[in-house]
């Protein structure tokens, strides 16, 4: 096993990123990679601990902890110590389909949770799960899993996200004929049109995506079910339907002057952004979703906002604000947030720290509720008015009190609206008759993924709600499991 002292002769070495003044004019990736020798060195600080939580993928107080999809950490971090890096990646292999994914844009609660973090900082996992599958990569490793033979039976997974991906994935390699079925005019989900290409290149979804077809899965681009194909016609040809749609029905502020142009939702702009970018070049200046000469607000301190600072700044916007009604969170874990929880911290994520390089602070404004969008005599935005509020939990919910004397008017040509996301937004699913939860997503358990409809499952985001690439993966094995049940009676799938 790893060397299990080496943590107190190495200290944690992150790739880190490329310099942030540089970065912000292109579009290329912003992370750094380590060299080999040196991934090894940080690979000998895992100390094989006897309860290893980094791969135990919980949910504790509502955030995830340890890797969702089960990573035998541990294990390859001991393969690539001793320069085994072909049976890491065997190791890898076993539990997660799209590793150069997750070892980009993953958030990593399993470094969160490694066991060495209680009293030094963690061991460096996700660079190390990179490393491994480009090394993979580079050296031909990675083939297209063709199965033996075919069983017969034809699966029709909805949506080419990581969920629909590795549903499709699985469900391949055990001989059932999949089709992907996708409305976008290109396959990948959030990871090909959501995520910017500054965290996730998209050459890098292309390549899982053409060899999944070379490992004889069907893609059909530009397909939507429900309105392009009937879902009746689905059923009668089809043994088992997978709905992997996604949650991308944006929630809304319904505040006075919400019709003023200028206000658009934070996929459209970073989708727009990407199109453009993907047909070749970046979204012309006069474009009404560019940023470029604008003063632009960002509703809504999460992930999705982050990436639109990040994209906002790309553009070439004037100024940048990024509003966020929660206060700010504390720089240190609270008695309540304790190991191995995820850290609920106040974190400078990567469109922050571009943005304070750019104009000298943190875009972001905590404990900010907006009033009203003010427009001009034309219709156009022209600004937006806010109120700093004082927040009180009370019967275990959030209630937002407006502090007299705070209001405040913001410049303002360009408005996203980064709020967060209220589920799948298909007509697709009234039409199946499938049943909803308490929060609009798509009813079914674990481990079954059915619905309501006999052969009829769902996973990913369109079942859990707006999460993350692992969590997605991680459904859509399980999914494909559960459909290869159903067929066969019996599965060998994980
Ligand atoms: C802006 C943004 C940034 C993010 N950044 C990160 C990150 O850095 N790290 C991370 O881990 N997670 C991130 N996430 C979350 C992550 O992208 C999602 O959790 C994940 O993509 C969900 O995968 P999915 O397969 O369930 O759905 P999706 O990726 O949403 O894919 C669903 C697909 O279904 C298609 N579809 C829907 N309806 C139909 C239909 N009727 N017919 C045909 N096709 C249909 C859609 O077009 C879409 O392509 C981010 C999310 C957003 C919005
Ligand atoms: S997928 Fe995420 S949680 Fe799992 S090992 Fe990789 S970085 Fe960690």
Not at 123 to 129: A, D, Q, R, S, Y
Not at 260 to 272: K, V
Request: net charge negative; glycine share 10%; proline share 7%.
């Amino acid at each position: 096993m790893s060397k299990a002292i080496g943590f107190l002769h190495h200290s944690r070495e992150v790739p880190g990123e490329r310099p942030l003044v540089e970065r912000v004019g292109d579009w290329q990736p912003i992370q750094l990679h380590l060299p080999e020798e040196r991934l090894q060195t940080q690979a000998m600080r895992c100390m094989d601990c006897g309860i290893p939580f980094c791969h135990q993928g919980r949910v504790l107080n509502g955030m995830s902890t340890g890797c969702p999809i089960h990573n035998l950490i541990p294990e390859w971090n001991d393969l690539v110590y001793r320069g085994l890096w072909h049976e890491a990646y065997q190791r890898l292999e076993k539990t997660n389909n799209f590793p150069e994914f997750t070892g980009l844009v993953c958030p990593a609660p399993c470094e969160a949770s490694c066991t060495l973090g209680i009293t030094s900082p963690p061991v460096t996992i996700k660079p190390i799960e990179y490393a491994i599958i480009e090394k993979a990569w580079a050296e031909g490793w990675v083939r297209p899993q063709l199965p033996p033979q075919r069983t017969g039976q034809k699966v029709a997974v909805i949506g080419s996200g990581p969920a629909g991906l590795a549903c499709a994935d699985q469900l391949n390699r055990v001989g059932h004929s999949v089709t992907v079925y996708e409305r976008a005019d290109r396959i990948g989900g959030l990871l090909m049109v959501g995520i910017p290409n500054m965290k996730l290149d998209k050459r890098i979804v292309q390549r899982r995506v053409d060899l999944l077809r070379e490992a004889g899965i069907t893609f059909v681009t530009n397909v939507e079910i429900g309105r392009d194909v009937g879902v009746d016609g689905l059923r009668d040809e089809y043994g088992a339907v997978v709905l992997c749609v996604g949650a991308t029905r944006p929630r809304d502020l319904a505040i006075p002057g919400r019709h003023l142009s200028g206000i658009h939702w934070a996929m459209s702009f970073l989708q727009a952004s990407t199109h453009h970018l993907l047909n070749g070049e970046p979204l012309p200046a006069d474009h009404p979703l560019s940023a470029a000469g604008k003063d632009v607000i960002v509703i809504g301190g999460g992930d999705t906002g982050t990436d639109c600072v990040a994209t906002a700044l790309r553009h070439g916007c004037t100024s940048l604000t990024q509003l966020e009604i929660m206060t700010r969170p504390p720089d240190h874990r609270a008695a309540d947030n304790p190991w191995p929880q995820w850290p609920r911290t106040y974190k400078l994520d990567y469109g922050q720290a571009e943005a304070q390089a750019r104009f000298g602070q943190d875009p972001r404004a905590y404990g900010v509720m907006s009033t009203r969008f003010i427009g001009d005599e034309r219709g156009r935005l022209r600004g937006l008015e806010t109120v700093m509020v004082e927040q009180i939990g009370q019967n275990g919910r959030t209630e937002f009190y407006p502090i007299a004397g705070t209001e405040q008017e913001r410049p303002a040509q360009l408005i996203l609206l980064a709020l967060g996301f209220l589920g799948p937004e298909n007509p697709l699913l009234a039409q199946l008759g499938v049943n909803l939860d308490e929060r609009h997503n798509i009813q079914a358990g674990e481990p079954d993924y059915a619905t309501n409809v006999p052969g009829i499952f769902a996973a990913g985001d369109a079942r859990r709600g707006q999460s993350l690439v692992v969590w997605a993966i991680r459904e859509g094995r399980g999914a494909a499991r559960a459909v290869d049940q159903f067929l066969m009676g019996e599965t060998d799938l994980p």
